[in-house]
């Protein structure tokens, strides 16, 4: 089985700032990372994924993220954010299956709020 | 192209009625998935269909069924509503080969009163 832990629910960080949003998994199998984002009353858009070779995803939105195998994390990451960051942010990984299916197990969430 | 549309967005329901839910997926995909997502449990995975086939299930009671069409256009249904069904149920559709993106819909808000 798999599980994902986000370590803060809330981040709150001024305008122009970096910021990194805390992910680690634990599975038994290999997996596939994501990172989405939802803003209010809207489905999730992927920032990210990792699914093989780099470990430094980029993503879209000037976000990246680092997959860490040993300390099986997978941080996000922005050197300066913007007002229209604020949003509800999702860690998720899917077992690798056979058939090329996904089965995400998302974290919790972490809001970003960004403030002038 | 289009994006991946659900309907209806919003609906309420009373308790002990049935509802179903109804994804249409982006052209060319036909993979969908429904995801659950409330306040108390997050975001759970609930099924997958490929090819009119269900290829994966979450951990959810029966009453939650789905199906998918020949067209891969994708409905749920939850019998015997109760009020932890009240949530925003979401749509992601792939092209079902290959580790592709998952794109979601805006997703079905259900009400249950």
């Known amino acids: 089985a798999q599980s994902v832990t986000q370590l803060d629910s809330q981040v709150p960080v001024f305008e122009e700032a970096p910021v990194e949003l805390r992910c680690n998994y634990s599975?038994?199998?290999?997996?596939?990372l994501f990172w989405y984002v939802q803003y209010p009353n809207q489905g999730l858009q992927l920032l990210l994924k990792?699914?093989?070779?780099?470990?430094l995803v980029k993503g879209i939105n000037g976000f990246e993220a680092e997959f860490n195998k040993s300390q099986t994390s997978f941080h996000l990451r922005k050197p300066s954010v913007h007002i229209s960051d604020t949003a509800e942010y999702f860690c998720?990984?899917?077992?690798?299956?056979?058939?090329?299916?996904?089965?995400?197990?998302f974290g919790s969430g972490t809001r970003l709020l960004v403030r002038p | 192209k289009a994006g991946v549309t659900q309907t209806p967005r919003y609906l309420i329901k009373t308790r002990g009625q049935q509802v179903t839910l109804s994804c249409s997926p982006i052209?060319?995909?036909?993979?969908v998935s429904w995801y659950q997502q409330t306040p108390g449990q997050g975001l759970q995975f609930l099924f997958e269909?490929?090819?009119?086939?269900?290829?994966n299930k979450g951990n959810f009671p029966g009453r939650f069924s789905g199906r998918q069409f020949s067209n891969s256009r994708s409905e749920m249904n939850v019998s015997t509503l109760e009020l932890g069904d009240s949530a925003l149920y979401l749509c992601?559709?792939?092209?079902?080969?290959?580790?592709?993106?998952?794109?979601f819909g805006e997703g079905s808000r259900l009400t249950v009163l």
């Open positions: 990792y699914l093989s070779g780099s470990t």
């Open positions: 599975s038994s199998v290999s997996v596939y």
């Open positions: 269909y490929f090819s009119e086939t269900q290829r």
């Open positions: 992601a559709t792939q092209t079902g080969q290959g580790a592709g993106e998952l794109f």
């Open positions: 052209s060319g995909h036909r993979s």
């Open positions: 998720a990984v899917s077992p690798f299956l056979m058939d090329s299916s996904y089965k995400l197990i």
